[in-house]
Every structure is written in structure tokens, then in C-alpha cells.
Antibody, heavy 123, light 108 residues
Framework: QLQLQESGPGPVKPSETLSLTCTVAGASISSNSYYWGWIRQPPGKGLEWIGTIYYSGSTYYNPSLKSRVTISVDKSKNQFSLKLSSVTAADTAVYYC???????????????WGQGTLVTVSS | QSVLTQPPSASGTPGQRVTISCSGSSSNIGNSFVFWYQQLPGTAPKLLIYRNNQRPSGVPDRFSGSKSGTSASLAISGLRSEDEADYYCATWDDSLSVFGGGTKLTVL
């Protein structure tokens, strides 16, 4: 059974960099069938796609966040990571990592999700 | 303000059929597959429909999706209390994935 789990250091101060890791269990992140993504949801609001990475390292970012986002893969640890720089209170959200459904490429077809982690940006 | 427009709320009584609409444009729904998600309170979203009208394994056939032109719809038949949740449509728009604003479904 495939499982994803987000982890991170906790609250982040304004202007700092938010860093999260998604650990994948039950599947190899190096599989050429899978794309992996990050999605966020501000409290009480809707979903926003942040970006997606393929095992090869190819990335696709939301243009509205592209200048601040880096998504990377660590094949040795079966993890992928998110870094979001220069955060503000508007970046406070539940952050989810997810797997794209095999065969749908980088379309927003996420069939497995982590439980989500709330990241609060506050001084 | 999402490029995909959903009604903020919908409601129905047990056993009824309800539909949730998702309106877009030629650059998104008109040119891409549509996906639907169900989000129960306090949980991660769950994929309900992929490629406009396909159901993942385990999703009841009470849930169905359709697409016509630049709009899509999610239909739920035989409404049940456990269907009370937020529903989101999603698609690819030129160079990014986009979600609708979400529809809160209330089972009366």
C-alpha cells in the first residue's frame, strides 16, 4: 500500500524559507511511471497546486510561485522535497504531497495523498 | 479567484441526485481532462473522477463525471449523509494545474 508522509521543522518566520519533505513508502520514487506533486490549502480556503516533479528531475511549477519554489528528489531516501523562499503570512496553509496517477503524466490527477501538514508563517 | 468556477454550495436530501458544475474556458477544460476530488472535513482530498468520467477503483458508481465543451459536471445519485463534503474540480491550463474554488455539499 503506497503511503506518503510530509515532515518539516514547524513554524516559519516571515522572509524565511519553508522546507518540507515527503517520504514515500510502498513505491519507488524512481519509477518512470510516477510524477510527484505538492498542493497547499490555506485555512478555510481551496486547493492550490504548487508544483510537480518527475523522477528524472524535470519540474513543473505554478507560475505564481515559480520564483520562490524549488522541488527536488532524493532517490536514495525515496523522498521529494519542497522549498518555498521569502514566505509571508499568505503562505500559511496545509501543505500536501501527492502522487500523480500513473498514465496521467503531470495532469492534476492525484491518487495518493499525504495527510497534510499545517505550516504557519508568523513572527 | 480561480479560473474554474464552481458554485460555492449545493444541497440535497438523502436519496436525491445532485450535480455540481465546473465552468472553465478553451484554455483549460476545453482542451484538457477534468478531475474531481472529494474532501471530507479534516482530511486530504480523495480522487473521485479522472479523465472526465472515469472512476478509480473503490469509488462507488453513484459518482459520475461528464464534460461538454468548456464545462464539466459531477453527479452524485442516491445521496447519502457521508457524501457531505467539499468537492473540487481540476484540470490543466496551459502551463499549470488549476483547481476550482470548491463546492460545499450539504445533505439535508
Amino acid at each position: 500500500q503506497l503511503q506518503l508522509q510530509e515532515s518539516g521543522p514547524g513554524p516559519v518566520k516571515p522572509s524565511e524559507t519553508l522546507s518540507l519533505t515527503c517520504t514515500v513508502a510502498g513505491a519507488s520514487i524512481s519509477s518512470n511511471s510516477y510524477y510527484w506533486g505538492w498542493i497547499r490549502q490555506p485555512p478555510g480556503k481551496g486547493l492550490e497546486w504548487i508544483g510537480t516533479i518527475y523522477y528524472s528531475g524535470s519540474t513543473y511549477y505554478n507560475p505564481s510561485l515559480k520564483s520562490r519554489v524549488t522541488i527536488s528528489v532524493d532517490k536514495s531516501k525515496n523522498q521529494f522535497s519542497l522549498k518555498l523562499s521569502s514566505v509571508t503570512a499568505a503562505d500559511t496553509a496545509v501543505y500536501y504531497c501527492a502522487k500523480h496517477r500513473s498514465g496521467d503524466g503531470y495532469n492534476p490527477s492525484f491518487d495518493y495523498w499525504g495527510q497534510g501538514t499545517l505550516v504557519t508563517v508568523s513572527s | 479567484q480561480s479560473v474554474l468556477t464552481q458554485p460555492p454550495s449545493a444541497s440535497g436530501t438523502p436519496g436525491q441526485r445532485v450535480t455540481i458544475s465546473c465552468s472553465g474556458s478553451s484554455s483549460n477544460i476545453g482542451n484538457s481532462f477534468v478531475f474531481w476530488y472529494q474532501q471530507l472535513p479534516g482530511t486530504a482530498p480523495k480522487l473521485l473522477i479522472y479523465r472526465n468520467n472515469q472512476r478509480p477503483s473503490g469509488v462507488p458508481d453513484r459518482f459520475s463525471g461528464s464534460k461538454s465543451g468548456t464545462s464539466a459536471s459531477l453527479a452524485i445519485s442516491g445521496l447519502r449523509s457521508e457524501d457531505e463534503a467539499d468537492y473540487y474540480c481540476a484540470t490543466w491550463d496551459d502551463s499549470l494545474s488549476v483547481f476550482g474554488g470548491g463546492t460545499k455539499l450539504t445533505v439535508l
